[in-house]
């Protein structure tokens, strides 16, 4: 027989519009945990975990500060969960979004978790990722590369201009701080010429932010990319860039009657 | 009904949520939502709803 249902922390994500996207099985784990402690970015998901586990809800939102490093402020969080764990409680670790993509103290807490003995899972949730794919019409089978804007900007990191490119948290470029409003993006000059060694000025992007209110139309605001450095992103922006053309044949490929029969070696 | 506790509900109640996908409008007012509050969440105003459940000044 194997056991079920047994973990000590179990880390679920609310969605990125609590109303349809937060999932049954997460409702159920935020209900019947001791204690469920959540980041909330929309007053929704925060009170529906507070309807649901009055007793149990208990919010991070304290460990940011403004201005303070956004790692202290996660290594404050994971230790939280932990102990709470290590205090005998069956723990839910509640974020925005999922809980996987774009978090790095969930996966933390899961690490830690299992490293002392505990149960751990994660159970998968909408991302932003998921709503753009919705809302901009994205299929990222033909090629998908997805960035932290800062990390494609201070790494030697390399896109491919073929395929759809994601370019996460631009609104946040080169600010590892938290800020309650909007970021200091003093390098948004510089992600453009990094972004025109792969793709002409006038090549069109899109900043995407998606709606987190039933009713509500997600905000894409499309222009020239060397415009871009103009403009100040909210800070949960996304950059999407399309292809700038269909990939070219791979010389190396030869096709057989039945189709793609191998690559030339 | 406030929007608030309207929307919690549709978020956790299956049933609600398909009433609500149905009929907006029918379904928060039979909710008990004000006038008020039905306006502002059919505004489609992402600001102004926020500023509402959160009590802030839209900006």
Same mark, same amino acid.
């Given at each position: 027989?194997?056991?079920?249902?047994?973990?000590?922390?179990?880390?679920?994500?609310?969605?990125?519009?609590?109303?349809?996207?937060?999932?049954?099985?997460?409702?159920?784990?935020?209900?019947?945990?001791?204690?469920?402690?959540?980041?909330?970015?929309?007053?929704?998901?925060?009170?529906?975990?507070?309807?649901?586990?009055?007793?149990?809800?208990?919010?991070?939102?304290?460990?940011?500060?403004?201005?303070?490093?956004?790692?202290?402020?996660?290594?404050?969080?994971?230790?939280?969960?932990?102990?709470?764990?290590?205090?005998?409680?069956?723990?839910?670790?509640?974020? @925005?979004?999922? !809980?996987?993509? &774009? *978090?790095?103290?969930?996966?933390? $807490? =899961?690490?830690?978790?299992?490293?002392?003995?505990?149960?751990?899972?994660?159970?998968?949730?909408?991302?932003?990722?998921?709503?753009?794919?919705?809302?901009?019409?994205?299929?990222?089978?033909?090629?998908?590369?997805?960035?932290?804007?800062?990390?494609?900007?201070?790494?030697?990191?390399?896109?491919?201009?073929?395929?759809?490119?994601?370019?996460?948290?631009?609104?946040?470029?080169?600010?590892?701080?938290?800020?309650?409003?909007?970021?200091?993006?003093?390098?948004?000059?510089?992600?453009?010429?990094?972004?025109?060694? @792969?793709?002409? !000025?006038?090549? &069109? *992007?899109?900043?995407?932010?998606? $709606? =987190?209110?039933?009713?509500?139309?997600?905000?894409?605001?499309?222009?020239?990319?060397?415009?871009?450095?103009?403009?100040?992103?909210?800070?949960?922006?996304?950059?999407?860039?399309?292809?700038?053309?269909?990939?070219?044949?791979?010389?190396?490929?030869?096709?057989?009657?039945?189709?793609?029969?191998?690559?030339?070696? | 009904?406030?929007?608030?506790?309207?929307?919690?509900?549709?978020?956790?109640?299956?049933?609600?949520?398909?009433?609500?996908?149905?009929?907006?409008?029918?379904?928060?007012?039979?909710?008990?939502?004000?006038?008020?509050?039905?306006?502002?969440?059919?505004?489609?105003?992402?600001?102004?709803?926020?500023?509402?459940?959160?009590?802030?000044?839209?900006?």
């Amino acid at each position: 027989m194997i056991k079920m249902n047994d973990e000590h922390l179990i880390v679920v994500g609310t969605g990125i519009r609590t109303v349809g996207q937060l999932s049954m099985e997460s409702l159920a784990w935020i209900k019947t945990a001791d204690k469920v402690l959540y980041v909330a970015s929309d007053p929704i998901a925060e009170e529906v975990i507070m309807a649901l586990n009055p007793e149990g809800a208990e919010s991070m939102a304290h460990f940011y500060g403004e201005n303070k490093q956004r790692t202290e402020t996660y290594r404050q969080m994971v230790e939280h969960v932990m102990a709470n764990l290590r205090a005998g409680r069956r723990v839910c670790f509640a974020v @925005y979004g999922h !809980p996987g993509v &774009l *978090v790095s103290p969930t996966h933390e $807490a =899961i690490r830690r978790a299992r490293a002392e003995g505990f149960k751990a899972r994660m159970l998968p949730a909408i991302s932003t990722e998921d709503c753009l794919f919705a809302d901009l019409g994205v299929d990222p089978v033909s090629g998908c590369q997805s960035l932290e804007a800062t990390d494609f900007l201070s790494n030697l990191r390399y896109i491919d201009p073929h395929g759809h490119v994601l370019l996460w948290q631009i609104g946040g470029l080169g600010d590892p701080t938290f800020k309650r409003y909007s970021f200091d993006v003093r390098g948004m000059p510089q992600l453009v010429r990094k972004l025109m060694r @792969y793709y002409p !000025p006038h090549h &069109l *992007v899109h900043l995407y932010e998606a $709606a =987190i209110f039933p009713g509500v139309e997600p905000a894409i605001h499309s222009g020239p990319l060397h415009y871009l450095a103009q403009i100040r992103p909210m800070s949960n922006s996304t950059l999407y860039i399309p292809p700038v053309s269909a990939p070219f044949p791979d010389p190396a490929a030869w096709w057989g009657p039945s189709g793609v029969a191998g690559v030339r070696e | 009904m406030t929007l608030k506790s309207y929307l919690v509900l549709l978020a956790t109640d299956v049933g609600r949520l398909g009433d609500f996908l149905a009929n907006p409008s029918a379904a928060a007012e039979n909710a008990g939502v004000s006038k008020e509050e039905r306006a502002i969440l059919f505004s489609g105003d992402q600001g102004l709803i926020y500023a509402n459940l959160t009590r802030l000044d839209p900006k």
